[in-house]
């Protein structure tokens, strides 16, 4: 784990690397539409989530008009997004159930939010973020990763993960430190052949540290 200023640093690098970062799923003010878009984002890009809802959302503005629908159509008209059958399931079924119980509006708390099918509690923090502007850290697979690489959490489970940015980081930044998080998974530290030698984090970072360190028999600043 880092200590308070290797944290302080990192946060001001990610700061200024990424000013404006936030949620990359298309928010067109509509909290159902979100809800829909992070249901089919699971295992797929935003970018294919924004295309296919683009369409989707025109022909089903709200939960009534997929309450009604069959999970085979509605699983042809998602197929790109994979795993369709699951997800189709999950919007007719979670439609449904708006329609039913909470007058077709999204609820605005955690455990009502993760007794809808197909919402856990990534999407269920995604949606008091983005929807209700309550603190939430959002760890998805880049935020994740990139949280573990640079040592705000030694874990790499995902609960234990938000955990450990909720202790690093005061209230007012979780939602934006999940954004920036998320930014800089794509931008610089990517899964597979991060850009360490590029990357303004590398001063602190204890993965750039330790494979530094050890290809070039020094200690990395910063790190003991
Ligand atoms: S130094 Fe490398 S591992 Fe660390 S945050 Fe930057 S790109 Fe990721």
Known sequence: ????????FAWKVLERLYPDAECSLDTDGDPFHLFVRAILSAQCT???VNEVTATLLTEYPDPSAFAKESEERLGEKIRTCGLYRAKAHAIIA???MLVTSFGGQIPSDRRTLETFPGVGRKIANLILGEVFHEPAVVVDTHCGRVANRI????STVPQVIEKDLMTCFPREDWITLG???VAHGRTL?????????????R??????????SDAEG???????
């Open 179 to 181: 954004h920036r998080l």
């Open 203 to 212: 001063e602190v970072c204890i993965y750039a540290c330790s494979k530094f």
């Open 1 to 8: 784990m880092l200590t308070d200023t290797q944290i302080h």
């Open 218 to 224: 020094t200690s990395h600043a910063g790190h003991s």
């Open 46 to 48: 935003d970018k294919r």
């Open 189 to 201: 530290c990517m899964a597979r052949n991060p850009n360490c030698p590029g990357c303004p984090v």
């Open 151 to 154: 040592g705000f959490s030694g």
């Open 94 to 96: 979670s439609s449904q």
